[in-house]
């Protein structure tokens, strides 16, 4: 059977923000053999997020955030369709290993059948939130805009003692539920990446 006639594996991951998801997604995609990928800040624009202080009161459930087109363009891939990137609007083609980036793993009912495998990056969430704030980006511009840099961080730093760090707890304990491999988010890429890699193939045989 040729890679391309074998059924698409799904691969979820979720961590707090601040993880290395993104770089893990990276490595993993050529790991794989230029595996497909989905980022959920992609869908940003198309999804919608509860308050999250209200979420919090009310149960904390992964169904309160809706994705659709992120599950549009999942069931697409998986169909063996070809969809195009709402971040760079180029085509994604079908491969036989499809990386997803998911915030709730398998803990969402509209994601759940569409995932083989969910990996947990276990990380302390401080080191977690040192890793967010060092990263320059149009939020935290650092040098490039300090006075942004400043009101953007002590806002986040509001949220994150009022809700967010409740936020984080909640939605790991959501993924825990139905995980497949918890990683050691402290090591470095290359030896998550060979975690994962091999745990993946086993699951697989």
């Known amino acids: 059977m040729s890679q391309s006639s074998k059924p698409m ?3 979820a ?3 707090p923000s601040g993880a290395g998801k993104s770089t893990l997604l990276h490595e993993l995609s050529l790991r794989f053999g230029s595996a497909a990928v989905l980022r959920i800040d ?3 624009a198309t999804s919608t997020y509860p308050d999250t202080a209200q979420w919090l009161a009310d149960g904390a459930d992964p169904n309160a955030f809706l994705s659709p087109q992120l599950v549009v363009d999942l069931h697409a891939l998986r169909s063996g369709k070809t969809i195009v990137s709402p ?3 180029g085509c994604i083609q079908p491969t036989h290993v499809l990386l997803v980036e998911e915030p709730f793993g398998k803990g969402r009912d509209q994601m759940r059948d569409l995932i ?3 990996v947990h990056i276990d990380i302390p969430l401080e080191i977690a939130l040192a890793r967010k704030l060092l990263r320059q980006n149009a ?3 650092w040098e490039q805009d300090p006075d942004v840099f400043i009101d ?3 806002e986040f730093l509001m949220w994150y003692l009022s809700v967010g760090r409740a936020f984080y707890l909640a939605i790991s304990k959501r993924v825990l539920e139905q995980c497949d491999l918890v990683v050691d988010g402290t090591c470095s890429t290359e030896e998550i990446v060979e ?3 091999n745990a993946v193939r086993a699951k697989q045989r």
């Open 9 to 11: 594996y799904v691969i």
């Open 13 to 15: 991951l979720a961590g």
């Open 42 to 44: 992609d869908y940003e």
């Open 87 to 89: 971040d760079t609007a």
């Open 116 to 118: 083989d495998f969910v």
């Open 139 to 141: 939020f935290l511009p």
């Open 152 to 154: 953007h961080l002590r």
């Open 195 to 197: 975690v994962i890699v």
